[in-house]
């Protein structure tokens, strides 16, 4: 079945550092990614949606000079965090919906990121 | 090898009746924990319910419950008295705890409820 591949699935780093999250469809084309911060109590917050090749739509209250979303190719949507503060330790979770086959969503494994 | 399995691509149910909703797991760590999400056509990832693998009673929530049978590795999601709100995307996902701490997700069941 369709794979979506998240990297990397733990980063610690310093504050004020910025972070890079990629998230890759792996043997399917997705035009729209979705990525979501793990709250926690469990919740799943949706941060925005990455479209190949046009700015992302954020959910109200996601500072997009914060979290900035690049999707570049149809099989590629990078997260990152810029600036990043303790309070930015999460856990974050991307997925991608397989349009030309099923129109399954698929996730990615998820990244933890842990700001010192 | 898959690690969360939900077999019913979609399911209907009628209003105010109680509906299951199936998801299987594989895992070797003996510590883990189960979760279950609603994804309503708007996107948002919404937590319905945790089961952690030593939890001695099934988890509910509400009129959500948490059919949690070990031995066969399944934690079927259970809807009691459905509501018309209730039709959406159901995930099923498991976060190996002692392992890499990653967050596997099954790839969803559509529950329609009909009027």
């Known amino acids: 079945g369709a794979v979506v591949s998240q990297h990397p699935s733990r980063v610690i780093c310093k504050s004020g550092t910025s972070v890079k999250i990629e998230c890759r469809s792996l043997d399917f084309q997705a035009t729209t990614m979705f990525w979501y911060r793990q709250f926690p109590k469990q919740s799943l917050m949706l941060m925005a949606t990455?479209?190949?090749?046009?700015?992302?739509?954020?959910e109200q209250g996601v500072e997009k000079d914060k979290f900035l979303i690049n999707h570049a190719s149809l099989t590629l949507s990078t997260l990152t965090v810029t600036s990043a503060h303790p309070e930015d330790s999460s856990f974050y979770i991307c997925s991608a919906r397989d349009f030309e086959n099923t129109g399954e969503l698929f996730f990615g494994e998820g990244s933890r990121l842990t700001v010192l | 090898a898959q690690k969360i399995t939900q077999t019913q691509p979609g399911m209907f149910v009628q209003e105010k009746e109680a509906v299951t909703l199936d998801c299987t797991y594989d895992t070797s760590d003996p510590s883990y924990g189960l979760f279950w999400y609603k994804q309503p056509s708007s996107g948002e990832m919404i937590f319905l319910i945790y089961?952690?693998?030593?939890?001695?009673q099934n988890a509910t929530e509400g009129r959500y419950s948490l059919n949690f049978q070990k031995a066969r590795k399944s934690a079927n999601l259970v809807i009691s008295a459905s509501q018309l709100g209730d039709s959406a995307m159901y995930f099923c996902?498991?976060?190996?705890?002692?392992?890499?701490?990653?967050?596997?997700f099954g790839t969803g069941t559509r529950l329609t409820v009909i009027p």
């Open positions: 089961q952690g693998s030593y939890d001695q």
């Open positions: 990455s479209n190949e090749g046009s700015k992302a739509t954020y």
């Open positions: 996902a498991m976060r190996d705890i002692t392992g890499a701490n990653n967050l596997f």
